[in-house]
């Protein structure tokens, strides 16, 4: 409870930088579900400046072109091997819930049951030195978790 306190207490004075990606193996379908949490203000930041474009995550004009740079952000800063191979993300859209925005990716073809991850994750890491990617992965059952401080980016997860 003391620490609890504490962290709120020091939010408040320095603000924190926290991502959260899931990665979750769905058997029966063989594939990936990839999940990404980022608060949306950092994200909109971050685009903006890396884009040269002004967004509006909670309320955009084009949601498809908001999706868009999302997309292509995600994909240039979190990569992901499962066994060795490269994955490919696809892209299924973005939601908001509170000061959150979820992104949402599948990969198809996963066959048989991944032994080993590998991922490069560095989301947000140009603009924030104290950035946190927190990294979740399932598969069948189990779930093991990792952490990532700027600037390390790289984390292998075996089963």
Not at 53 to 77: E, R
Not at 106 to 125: A, N, R, S
Request: hydrophobic share 40%.
């Amino acid at each position: 409870m003391l620490q609890l306190l504490l962290i709120s207490w020091l939010s408040i004075f320095h603000p924190f930088y926290v991502s959260v990606t899931e990665i979750n193996h769905n058997a029966k379908n063989q594939s990936l579900e990839v999940s990404c949490r980022i608060f949306y203000d950092d994200l909109e930041h971050t685009i903006e400046k890396q884009y040269h474009t002004q967004i509006d995550i909670v309320h955009p004009k084009d949601k498809a072109k908001v999706g868009q740079l999302i997309n292509d952000y995600i994909k240039k800063h979190l990569t992901i091997k499962a066994d060795g191979k490269p994955v490919v993300l696809n892209f299924i859209g973005y939601e908001v819930q509170e000061d959150a925005a979820w992104s949402y990716f599948e990969v198809k073809g996963i066959t048989g049951k991944p032994k080993k991850f590998e991922v490069h994750d560095d989301l947000l890491y140009t603009e924030h030195p104290e950035q946190i990617n927190m990294m979740h992965i399932a598969v069948g059952g189990e779930r093991k978790s990792t952490k990532l401080d700027n600037p390390d980016s790289d984390a292998v997860v075996l089963f």
